[in-house]
């Protein structure tokens, strides 16, 4: 059985898998780096960014490390408040 799809000006709207990285986000902010350079250095597209940050999909674990090499960002970004102590 499908169900409905929720759309936005005719647009399927992506549902959240997660809540969004806010820490990563704010990180990025802090370090001047745009989604578009983040993409450039995962090698996917900016829009990909954007779902993953937002909590629309996921992170693989080689791109969590590759920001924490190559932005010196922690991974510690990517854990749940919970597993964070």
Known sequence: MLLPQKTKGGRLVKKSKHKPYLRLKAALQEK???????????????AAVSDKINGKSDFLISEALSIESALKIPKSVFLPEQFRK
């Open 32 to 46: 001047n780096i745009s989604y578009r350079a983040l993409a450039k250095l995962l090698d996917i597209s900016p």
